[in-house]
Protein backbone atom coordinates (compact mmCIF):
# COMPACT_ATOMS: atom_id res chain seq x y z
CA UNK A 1 0.00 0.00 0.00
CA UNK A 2 1.12 3.57 -1.05
CA UNK A 3 0.46 5.02 2.55
CA UNK A 4 1.03 8.53 1.24
CA UNK A 5 -1.23 8.10 -1.36
CA UNK A 6 -3.75 7.03 1.21
CA UNK A 7 -3.51 9.64 3.59
CA UNK A 8 -3.85 11.87 0.73
CA UNK A 9 -7.09 10.43 -0.59
CA UNK A 10 -8.22 10.62 3.13
CA UNK A 11 -7.24 14.48 3.46
CA UNK A 12 -9.05 15.02 -0.19
CA UNK A 13 -12.36 13.34 1.82
CA UNK A 14 -12.57 15.78 4.47
CA UNK A 15 -9.90 14.49 6.94
CA UNK A 16 -6.92 16.25 8.46
CA UNK A 17 -3.33 15.17 7.75
CA UNK A 18 -3.59 14.03 11.32
CA UNK A 19 -6.91 12.19 11.38
CA UNK A 20 -5.31 10.64 8.31
CA UNK A 21 -2.22 9.28 9.61
CA UNK A 22 -3.92 7.48 12.64
CA UNK A 23 -6.38 5.92 10.38
CA UNK A 24 -4.22 4.82 8.01
CA UNK A 25 -1.57 3.28 10.91
CA UNK A 26 -4.50 1.64 12.25
CA UNK A 27 -5.05 -0.26 8.88
CA UNK A 28 -1.69 -1.58 9.32
CA UNK A 29 -1.80 -2.05 13.29
CA UNK A 30 -5.64 -2.75 13.70
CA UNK A 31 -5.20 -2.64 17.60
CA UNK A 32 -3.51 0.00 19.27
CA UNK A 33 -3.78 2.42 22.17
CA UNK A 34 -3.59 6.33 21.51
CA UNK A 35 0.04 6.86 23.45
CA UNK A 36 1.27 3.65 20.91
CA UNK A 37 -0.17 5.74 17.68
CA UNK A 38 1.34 8.84 18.68
CA UNK A 39 5.11 7.44 19.63
CA UNK A 40 4.39 5.15 16.21
CA UNK A 41 3.71 8.52 13.29
CA UNK A 42 5.47 10.72 15.69
CA UNK A 43 3.05 13.19 16.73
CA UNK A 44 2.16 14.93 20.73
CA UNK A 45 -0.23 12.55 22.45
CA UNK A 46 -2.69 15.37 23.11
CA UNK A 47 -3.02 16.15 19.78
CA UNK A 48 -3.17 12.10 18.77
CA UNK A 49 -5.82 12.01 21.43
CA UNK A 50 -7.74 14.85 20.17
CA UNK A 51 -7.55 13.16 16.56
CA UNK A 52 -8.75 9.95 17.89
CA UNK A 53 -11.47 11.31 19.05
CA UNK A 54 -12.80 13.22 16.33
CA UNK A 55 -12.30 10.11 14.02
CA UNK A 56 -14.82 8.21 16.83
CA UNK A 57 -16.92 11.14 16.26
CA UNK A 58 -16.41 10.37 12.54
CA UNK A 59 -17.57 6.71 12.39
CA UNK A 60 -13.69 6.04 11.42
CA UNK A 61 -12.60 4.27 14.25
CA UNK A 62 -14.14 2.10 16.82
CA UNK A 63 -12.58 2.84 20.69
CA UNK A 64 -12.58 0.44 23.37
CA UNK A 65 -14.65 1.63 26.58
CA UNK A 66 -12.58 0.35 28.93
CA UNK A 67 -9.64 1.72 30.23
CA UNK A 68 -7.36 0.85 27.80
CA UNK A 69 -8.74 2.61 25.17
CA UNK A 70 -7.69 0.60 22.64
CA UNK A 71 -8.42 1.74 19.14
CA UNK A 72 -9.42 0.08 16.03
CA UNK A 73 -10.20 1.00 12.31
CA UNK A 74 -13.82 0.67 10.71
CA UNK A 75 -13.12 -1.48 7.60
CA UNK A 76 -12.36 0.61 4.26
CA UNK A 77 -15.59 -0.10 2.61
CA UNK A 78 -17.71 0.72 5.34
CA UNK A 79 -15.61 3.99 5.91
CA UNK A 80 -16.43 5.10 2.45
CA UNK A 81 -19.85 3.91 2.41
CA UNK A 82 -20.56 6.48 5.36
CA UNK A 83 -18.64 9.11 3.59
CA UNK A 84 -20.58 8.55 0.23
CA UNK A 85 -23.83 8.72 2.46
CA UNK A 86 -23.13 12.34 3.90
CA UNK A 87 -21.98 13.14 1.11
CA UNK A 88 -24.89 12.65 -0.88
CA UNK A 89 -27.11 14.15 2.02
CA UNK A 90 -25.07 17.23 2.01
CA UNK A 91 -25.19 17.25 -1.78
CA UNK A 92 -29.40 17.27 -1.63
CA UNK A 93 -29.41 19.50 0.74
CA UNK A 94 -27.35 22.14 -0.84
CA UNK A 95 -28.94 21.42 -4.11
CA UNK A 96 -32.59 22.32 -2.45
CA UNK A 97 -30.89 25.34 -0.72
CA UNK A 98 -28.93 27.00 -3.52
CA UNK A 99 -32.43 26.29 -5.90
CA UNK A 100 -33.65 28.83 -3.49
CA UNK A 101 -31.84 31.46 -4.19
CA UNK A 102 -31.53 30.65 -7.62
CA UNK A 103 -32.59 34.11 -9.94
CA UNK A 104 -36.22 33.64 -10.64
CA UNK A 105 -36.75 33.99 -14.44
CA UNK A 106 -40.22 34.79 -13.69
CA UNK A 107 -39.78 37.64 -11.62
CA UNK A 108 -42.05 40.59 -12.24
CA UNK A 109 -40.79 42.75 -9.71
CA UNK A 110 -39.69 46.08 -9.68
CA UNK A 111 -36.13 46.98 -8.36
CA UNK A 112 -34.90 49.93 -6.55
CA UNK A 113 -30.71 51.32 -7.59
CA UNK A 114 -29.21 53.93 -5.16
CA UNK A 115 -25.64 54.09 -6.29
CA UNK A 116 -23.82 55.10 -9.29
CA UNK A 117 -21.89 52.57 -9.13
CA UNK A 118 -24.55 49.96 -8.96
CA UNK A 119 -26.46 51.82 -11.41
CA UNK A 120 -23.15 51.05 -14.41
CA UNK A 121 -22.33 47.94 -13.19
CA UNK A 122 -25.72 46.76 -13.76
CA UNK A 123 -25.78 48.13 -17.37
CA UNK A 124 -22.64 46.18 -17.80
CA UNK A 125 -24.11 43.33 -16.49
CA UNK A 126 -27.17 43.50 -18.72
CA UNK A 127 -24.82 44.18 -21.94
CA UNK A 128 -23.25 41.05 -21.02
CA UNK A 129 -26.32 38.73 -21.01
CA UNK A 130 -28.11 40.21 -24.00
CA UNK A 131 -28.00 37.85 -26.89
CA UNK A 132 -29.77 39.37 -29.67
CA UNK A 133 -31.15 43.52 -29.53
CA UNK A 134 -29.73 45.66 -27.29
CA UNK A 135 -31.42 49.39 -26.84
CA UNK A 136 -30.36 52.40 -25.36
CA UNK A 137 -31.13 55.68 -24.63
CA UNK A 138 -28.53 57.96 -22.29
CA UNK A 139 -26.40 61.04 -22.43
CA UNK A 140 -23.26 61.21 -23.69
CA UNK A 141 -21.12 60.86 -20.63
CA UNK A 142 -22.68 57.61 -19.80
CA UNK A 143 -22.23 56.49 -23.15
CA UNK A 144 -18.37 56.87 -22.98
CA UNK A 145 -18.69 54.73 -19.89
CA UNK A 146 -20.25 51.94 -21.41
CA UNK A 147 -18.72 52.31 -24.66
CA UNK A 148 -16.17 49.62 -24.99
CA UNK A 149 -19.24 47.17 -23.42
CA UNK A 150 -21.03 47.80 -26.28
CA UNK A 151 -18.69 47.80 -29.06
CA UNK A 152 -18.04 44.24 -27.53
CA UNK A 153 -21.29 43.40 -28.02
CA UNK A 154 -21.92 45.12 -31.08
CA UNK A 155 -18.80 43.12 -32.65
CA UNK A 156 -21.00 39.57 -31.92
CA UNK A 157 -23.50 40.58 -34.36
CA UNK A 158 -26.21 41.74 -31.47
CA UNK A 159 -28.44 44.21 -33.11
CA UNK A 160 -27.89 47.62 -31.51
CA UNK A 161 -29.92 50.78 -32.06
CA UNK A 162 -28.77 54.17 -29.73
CA UNK A 163 -30.58 57.08 -29.37
CA UNK A 164 -27.62 59.37 -28.83
CA UNK A 165 -28.30 63.21 -28.08
CA UNK A 166 -24.65 64.50 -29.81
CA UNK A 167 -22.56 62.82 -32.92
CA UNK A 168 -21.67 59.31 -32.09
CA UNK A 169 -19.51 56.87 -33.79
CA UNK A 170 -19.61 53.00 -32.44
CA UNK A 171 -18.97 50.44 -35.12
CA UNK A 172 -21.99 48.41 -36.10
CA UNK A 173 -24.37 50.14 -34.46
CA UNK A 174 -27.27 51.84 -35.63
CA UNK A 175 -27.55 55.46 -34.00
CA UNK A 176 -30.94 57.90 -33.44
CA UNK A 177 -29.71 61.28 -33.33
CA UNK A 178 -31.46 63.46 -31.58
CA UNK A 179 -32.14 66.43 -33.96
CA UNK A 180 -32.49 68.86 -30.74
CA UNK A 181 -30.05 66.73 -28.64
CA UNK A 182 -28.19 69.51 -26.99
CA UNK A 183 -31.25 71.46 -26.15
CA UNK A 184 -32.25 68.66 -24.07
CA UNK A 185 -28.96 68.34 -22.53
CA UNK A 186 -28.74 71.82 -22.00
CA UNK A 187 -32.63 71.63 -20.52
CA UNK A 188 -32.37 68.92 -17.80
CA UNK A 189 -30.94 69.33 -14.52
CA UNK A 190 -29.18 65.78 -14.75
CA UNK A 191 -28.42 62.61 -16.76
CA UNK A 192 -30.32 59.88 -17.63
CA UNK A 193 -29.93 56.07 -19.55
CA UNK A 194 -32.56 53.78 -20.25
CA UNK A 195 -31.32 50.51 -21.32
CA UNK A 196 -33.12 47.59 -22.35
CA UNK A 197 -31.89 44.31 -23.14
CA UNK A 198 -33.62 41.02 -25.16
CA UNK A 199 -37.25 42.97 -24.85
CA UNK A 200 -36.12 40.89 -21.33
CA UNK A 201 -34.94 43.66 -18.76
CA UNK A 202 -34.28 47.07 -18.67
CA UNK A 203 -33.16 49.71 -16.30
CA UNK A 204 -33.56 53.48 -16.10
CA UNK A 205 -31.34 55.45 -14.31
CA UNK A 206 -31.73 59.29 -13.51
CA UNK A 207 -28.01 61.03 -11.95
CA UNK A 208 -27.47 64.67 -10.89
CA UNK A 209 -25.16 66.43 -12.94
CA UNK A 210 -21.41 64.62 -13.31
CA UNK A 211 -23.46 61.27 -11.86
CA UNK A 212 -22.13 62.21 -8.77
CA UNK A 213 -25.77 61.03 -7.09
CA UNK A 214 -28.86 58.45 -8.42
CA UNK A 215 -31.71 60.88 -8.11
CA UNK A 216 -34.04 57.45 -9.53
CA UNK A 217 -33.02 53.99 -10.75
CA UNK A 218 -34.83 51.15 -11.35
CA UNK A 219 -34.80 47.91 -12.83
CA UNK A 220 -36.91 45.23 -14.02
CA UNK A 221 -37.30 41.53 -16.03
CA UNK A 222 -41.04 41.55 -16.31
CA UNK A 223 -41.46 40.69 -19.49
CA UNK A 224 -44.90 43.02 -20.14
CA UNK A 225 -43.35 45.99 -18.53
CA UNK A 226 -40.16 45.47 -20.55
CA UNK A 227 -42.05 45.28 -24.06
CA UNK A 228 -44.37 47.81 -23.21
CA UNK A 229 -41.34 50.26 -22.76
CA UNK A 230 -39.36 48.98 -25.52
CA UNK A 231 -41.94 49.72 -28.05
CA UNK A 232 -42.29 52.85 -26.85
CA UNK A 233 -38.57 53.72 -27.22
CA UNK A 234 -38.52 52.32 -30.27
CA UNK A 235 -40.90 54.65 -31.49
CA UNK A 236 -39.19 57.23 -30.16
CA UNK A 237 -35.84 56.20 -31.81
CA UNK A 238 -38.36 56.17 -35.18
CA UNK A 239 -39.59 60.14 -34.80
CA UNK A 240 -35.97 61.04 -34.09
CA UNK A 241 -34.95 59.47 -37.52
CA UNK A 242 -38.49 60.90 -39.02
CA UNK A 243 -37.61 63.74 -38.11
CA UNK A 244 -33.82 63.99 -39.05
CA UNK A 245 -34.68 62.61 -42.73
CA UNK A 246 -37.53 64.96 -42.73
CA UNK A 247 -34.57 67.61 -43.38
CA UNK A 248 -33.30 66.48 -46.57
CA UNK A 249 -35.66 63.86 -47.65
CA UNK A 250 -37.32 64.84 -51.54
CA UNK A 251 -40.09 62.63 -51.93
CA UNK A 252 -41.92 60.05 -49.19
CA UNK A 253 -40.48 57.66 -50.43
CA UNK A 254 -37.49 58.16 -48.50
CA UNK A 255 -39.20 57.95 -45.35
CA UNK A 256 -40.91 54.71 -46.23
CA UNK A 257 -37.13 53.77 -46.94
CA UNK A 258 -36.15 54.14 -43.67
CA UNK A 259 -39.08 52.82 -41.71
CA UNK A 260 -38.86 49.42 -43.43
CA UNK A 261 -34.59 49.98 -42.61
CA UNK A 262 -35.44 49.96 -38.88
CA UNK A 263 -37.69 47.22 -38.99
CA UNK A 264 -35.24 45.02 -37.37
CA UNK A 265 -35.52 46.64 -34.44
CA UNK A 266 -39.08 45.04 -33.38
CA UNK A 267 -37.99 41.82 -33.68
CA UNK A 268 -41.18 39.20 -32.19
CA UNK A 269 -38.61 36.39 -31.76
CA UNK A 270 -36.73 38.10 -28.94
CA UNK A 271 -37.02 36.13 -25.77
CA UNK A 272 -38.60 39.13 -23.92
CA UNK A 273 -41.28 39.29 -26.86
CA UNK A 274 -41.70 35.13 -26.14
CA UNK A 275 -41.37 35.45 -22.68
CA UNK A 276 -44.73 37.13 -22.65
CA UNK A 277 -46.50 35.78 -25.17
CA UNK A 278 -45.82 32.00 -23.64
CA UNK A 279 -47.56 34.09 -19.99
CA UNK A 280 -50.51 34.79 -22.05
CA UNK A 281 -51.09 31.53 -23.15
CA UNK A 282 -51.06 30.52 -19.42
CA UNK A 283 -53.63 32.57 -18.94
CA UNK A 284 -56.11 30.69 -21.40
CA UNK A 285 -54.71 32.01 -24.82
CA UNK A 286 -54.52 29.45 -27.24
CA UNK A 287 -54.20 31.31 -30.61
CA UNK A 288 -50.59 30.88 -32.13
CA UNK A 289 -51.24 34.10 -33.92
CA UNK A 290 -48.42 36.99 -32.64
CA UNK A 291 -49.60 40.45 -31.18
CA UNK A 292 -47.56 43.26 -33.15
Known amino acids: MNIETGISSLVE???????????????QQPQATGYKIAQAIHKPTAN???????????????V??????????????????????????????AESTLASLQFDDDDDRVYQLKTTDQVIERCRHMLQAVESILVIDAFPSILE?????????????????????????????????????????????GEWINIIVDGDQ???ALFERGLK????????????????????????FQLS???QKLQTATHLGEIKDLLRAN???FPLNASGYQKLIKRFKQFGDSSNEQID
Open 263 to 265: EAF
Open 241 to 243: AIQ
Open 213 to 236: NVIQAIWSGSPYITWVYYSALMAQ
Open 64 to 93: EDADTRICRPVPVAELLSQLERRFIDKKET
Open 13 to 27: LGFTRLEAEIYTYLL
Open 48 to 62: TYKAIQSLQQKGAIF
Open 145 to 189: LLKPDIETVASQGVKVAINAYESLQIANTKIFERPNGQKIINGWP
Open 202 to 204: FLI
